[in-house]
């Protein structure tokens, strides 16, 4: 079954990804009735993990599997094997690869998984884009085990010119990242992200303005101290791991600059008071209300404005942000705080796999303008988060900037994540895994997103960095950049509070340390 579904999904050809549909096709003695398979699509250029489930009705010791994939040209793949034994099947015409993983017999009754590992290229001829797929297993007995047929067609056109892109870059050596065309910009022409990219002005500039004045305070690193090849933020410090990893979405509008800040500040405060509180801070409250004179919500800002917003007393008025998850309380956090933020969900490059929300611009996701701050609590919002005066949270201390590899690595590990801007290039909207590094297109604009570690991967070294585009997006909503060599500057600055900042809630008494 397995092996069916990844053979189908390297039928992708010009399309941004191939998406699938299934029935059982299991015969009324079948053993397994599969009711359900997982995802419904898949990205070209990425290696995808492609699950079916059904339920067994009577123990089995041992099983083979037989799979065959036909298409327009007839059959293009037929493979079978025994099930309790990994197997590996190539593609047609050099597309990819799919391992049928082992399954361990006996098997008990119950709902059983059945896995394939499906390694597959970011280009498929189109005489393979739509196919169907029967992968069937008998057991030992020779009774049928389970039966499962698959369907794949084309999905979105890609762009011409953002195909010659993707081509460039497979055709590129030493490319360190995997390119493939995402529904949210395939269809377009290569820039299409410019308006997600909100970050305006040069934030080094800005920031060294603002140190020179007193309003931040720069952060270096102590020589002797020691840095470990690798670092998680999420890893290190495990009582907030859940706001760390907490993946945001933040529509299609140019808030980043808000989002980054509300992320790094939420976890920070986390770490500051080891986990005493531990609440996602507004991005609503932030984007919407805390951009002082130079920056506008959706239409872009600049990364020290939110920080300003947090610090009690800073240059916009020091006046904390409330509590508030996202769209409808849909996020890790769920519903009742005060001020989640307001613009539905978008899969900034389609929907994929298990991935429910809209592409942006689609029915759900209309182009985002900018609404008035908010004022009060929303009303579904619960105590202790239902009062906005006393909702609020912020700090009495430093805010702190870093600049270049080491600096930032040391005020990492101080204090925890960190917001960040760098700038983005157009192939960068071709991210599917790998760690990033600019290789062709031109500037399409600034982005803020929150730096959570780094790494080295096969002697590259890395910047994990959380992006706001929901966890469907690159790595579960994470890119890798390269480290140490400034891409896209993204080495210019960072800027959070500092690890010694006291953090309280407005309707609280005491400053929690």
Not at 236 to 258: F, L, T, V
Not at 415 to 434: H, I, R
Request: hydrophobic letters at 35%; proline letters at 5%; charged letters at 15%.
């Amino acid at each position: 079954m397995k092996s069916a579904s990844v053979a189908l999904i390297a039928s992708t050809a010009a399309a941004t990804d191939l998406k699938l549909s299934w029935s059982d096709c299991g015969a009324g003695a079948t053993h397994a009735k599969i009711s359900s398979f997982t995802p419904d699509s898949i990205t070209l250029g990425t290696k995808s993990t492609l699950t079916g489930i059904g339920a067994l009705d009577e123990a089995v010791t041992g099983a083979t599997f037989d799979l065959k994939m036909t298409g327009a040209i007839g059959t293009l793949v037929q493979c079978s094997g025994d099930a309790s034994a990994s197997k590996t099947c190539s593609l047609p015409l050099g597309t990819g690869s799919l391992t049928f993983d082992a399954m361990s017999f006996p098997l008990a009754t119950g709902n059983v998984p059945v896995k394939v590992d499906l390694s597959l290229s970011s280009t498929v001829p189109a005489s393979l884009q739509t196919t169907t797929t029967t992968c069937k297993a008998t057991a030992t007995g020779g009774d049928a085990l389970f039966c499962i047929s698959i369907k794949s067609a084309p999905g979105a056109d890609v762009h011409p010119e953002r195909a010659a892109q993707i081509q460039q870059i497979q055709n590129t050596p030493g490319v360190l990242w995997q390119a493939a065309p995402h529904p949210r910009f395939a269809s377009q022409p290569p820039g299409a992200s410019s308006d997600m990219n909100g970050v305006k002005g040069d934030q080094k500039a800005l920031i060294q303005e603002l140190v020179q004045r007193g309003e931040i305070v720069e952060h270096k690193a102590d020589e002797n101290s020691m840095v470990p090849d690798s670092f998680d933020s999420e890893q290190n410090w495990p009582q907030c791991a859940k706001i760390i990893g907490d993946i945001r979405d933040q529509s299609n509008c140019g808030c980043c600059w808000a989002f980054a800040g509300a992320e790094a500040g939420s976890d920070r405060m986390c770490i500051a008071t080891n986990a005493s509180i531990m609440v996602p801070l507004s991005a609503q409250d932030v984007c919407f209300n805390g951009g002082g004179l130079m920056s506008q919500g959706c239409n872009g800002g600049q990364i020290t404005s939110p920080w300003s917003y947090l610090k009690k007393g800073g240059l916009f008025g020091g006046k904390g942000a409330v509590t508030g998850g996202q769209y409808q309380g849909s996020g890790t956090f769920g519903k009742g705080l005060c001020s989640d933020f307001s613009m539905p969900h978008c899969h900034h490059h389609g929907p994929t796999g298990s991935d429910p929300y809209p592409a942006e611009g689609a029915a759900g996701c209309p182009s985002q303008t900018s609404p008035a701050g908010p004022k009060k609590c929303d009303s579904d919002a619960q105590a202790p988060h239902n009062d906005f005066s006393s909702d609020k949270y912020g700090f009495t201390g430093n805010t702190v900037t870093a600049s270049g590899e080491a600096n930032i690595q040391s005020a990492i590990m101080a204090g925890g994540p960190m917001e960040v801007a760098f700038t983005v290039y157009s192939d960068f909207e071709n991210y599917a895994s790998g760690v990033y590094h600019h290789v062709s297109g031109s500037m399409a604009g600034g982005h803020a997103v929150k730096v959570v570690g780094w790494g080295v991967d096969a002697g590259t070294k890395y910047w994990k960095i959380a992006n706001s585009w929901n966890p469907y997006w690159g790595e579960k909503g994470y890119f890798r950049i390269q480290r140490g060599n400034n891409e896209g500057g993204i080495e210019n600055q960072a800027i959070a509070s500092d690890p010694s900042a006291k953090w309280s809630r407005a309707a609280d008494a005491t400053v929690v340390v």
